[in-house]
Every structure is written in C-alpha cells, then in structure tokens.
C-alpha cells in the first residue's frame, strides 16, 4: 500500500473519540481510518498521569501495528497528558484535540473570558490553560471539571432532570465567571450540548474541537504529502471490550449504525 494510503488512526477511551471519528469522515471522505476504543479501561479522566501515558502508548502502539500514517489521540485527558511523550517517540505526524480547541475557542470570544468543561486529569494538566495562553496571553481562563458528565453520557442521561442538576451545579461558577466561550474540552460533552446551552446564558458558545481537530488532520496530511486517493474508504473499529454495547451506543455519538466491531487486546 501506498504510504499516503495507509489508514489514520484514531483512539480514545471509549466512545466520545467517535466524535472526532465523524468530523474526519466528513471532512476527508477519501482517508482510510482505523478507531480504537479502549472500552475496557474506560475513564480516563480520573486515573493519575503514569496512569494514561502508558495507557495511551499502548493504544498508539496497537494502532501502529495497522500501518496508521498519522495518529490521532481523539481523547482530551489523553492528550492533555500523553500527547507530548507520542509526538516525541513516534515518527508518525501526531495530533491532539486540546490545540485545535484552544485556538477554536480563542479566535470566538469577544471578552477575553473562556471556560473549560473538562474530566479531572483534563483540568488538573492545565493543558487548555497553556494552550489558550499560548495563544493570546491576555485571555483569563476559568477550568471547571465535570466528573459526573461522562457516566451521564454514557447512561444516555443526555436530558432530563438529574442531567439538567448536574450541569447546573457544574455551570454556575462559569456563569459567575463570566464566559462567553466555553471548550467542550472532553470527547463526551458535545452530547450535553443541548443541557448545557439551556443552562448557559443563550449568547455563549460552546466550543467542539472535533472539527477544529479534523481541519487540522487535513493541513498536516497535505504538508505531509499524505493525502489519501483511495476510491472507497474502510473503516475498521477496534474495542478493548463489550463490542455490542459500543455497537448501541456509537450510533447514538455518529447519528448512524457501526458496522465491524471488533474485540481487541491492547
Ligand atoms: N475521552 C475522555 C476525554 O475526552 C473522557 C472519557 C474518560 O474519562 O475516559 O477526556
């Protein structure tokens, strides 16, 4: 196979990774992609450092072992942990969800005050908070961990009464902030979109960095010369555990059924 046929890979820890997944088949239809979801370590969000870097190696070395031409690290609490430590051993272009979300949310706000939702090792890395800061020094940044969010999004507690509590309990130092953009800065928050914006004053914007991520993926392809002419795509998925709940679930984060899972051993 061609080098720039080789398939991009993209992981996360379960299913949220699946939303970056979408906006890369959106936005690059032609490109080969393998998933894998490490379902059976699932959360990330609350382990130590140690914990997701080494996690996140054997992810990026499952996928390689697939001939993956650029890695995708579709998880923010991976990235905010592990992404250095991949971009410096593999020698593969590698790319992360918090710099394109970061620069997302910055070009959007007119106040200068941004609020990042995150899980705990998001939040505590201060990842978003370099990466904004990098960007324009002068933003003032508020980070918010969510930890109840992704048990929610994993339950499809995506509306409802308890949802719509937590999110307030979670939303209201941010109000009190005074955000006018805040970073869905973990891969399951996009599916509380809905609860979050009805609980955020309506001008506030809610930041993905799903398709920021996709557009940066296409640039650095093309700087790579490794954009993909394959006719027809495949798209393989790989899970560390319980295939046919993924199977349910992902069709509730692509908006369409999974075909192909398959059961893996990191
Ligand atoms: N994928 C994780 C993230 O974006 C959320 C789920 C987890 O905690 O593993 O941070």
């Known amino acids: 196979m061609s080098p ?7 992981f996360d820890s379960g299913l949220g990774g699946l939303t970056v997944l979408k906006a890369l088949q959106q936005l690059l239809p032609q ?10 370590r699932l959360p990330y969000g609350n382990k130590s450092a140690e914990v997701v870097c080494r996690y996140a190696q054997e992810a990026a070395a499952f996928l390689l072992g697939h001939s993956i031409k650029l890695l995708v690290v579709a998880c923010n609490t991976a990235s905010a942990l592990a992404l250095e430590g991949l971009q410096k051993r593999l020698s593969i272009p590698v790319v992360g969800v918090i710099v394109p979300g970061a620069q997302q949310a910055a070009k959007h706000t007119r106040n200068g005050r941004i609020a990042v939702l995150g899980t705990l090792g998001t939040i505590r890395s201060k990842a978003y908070h370099r990466a904004l800061l990098d960007i324009q020094p002068s933003l003032c940044v508020f980070a918010q961990p969510c930890p ?4 929610l999004v994993e339950e499809g507690w995506l509306q409802g009464e308890v949802t719509t509590l937590v999110a307030r309990h979670y939303i209201q130092p941010v109000i009190e902030f005074g955000a006018d953009t805040v970073v869905l800065g973990c891969t399951h928050y996009p599916l509380l979109a809905p609860t979050l914006e009805a609980v955020l004053c309506p001008e506030v914007q809610l930041v993905d960095s799903a398709v920021a991520t996709a557009q940066h993926v296409s640039t650095l392809l093309r700087l790579h010369a490794l954009c993909a002419n394959t006719p027809q795509a495949s798209h393989l998925c790989f899970v560390t555990d319980e295939p046919e709940r993924f199977a ?5 984060f692509l908006g369409h059924p999974l075909s192909n899972i398959l059961l893996c051993r990191l």
């Open 248 to 252: 349910q679930q992902a069709e509730r």
């Open 31 to 40: 490109e080969n992609t393998v998933y894998l979801g490490d379902l059976a």
């Open 148 to 151: 109840l969010f992704v048990p």
């Open 4 to 10: 720039s046929n080789r398939p991009i890979g993209v």
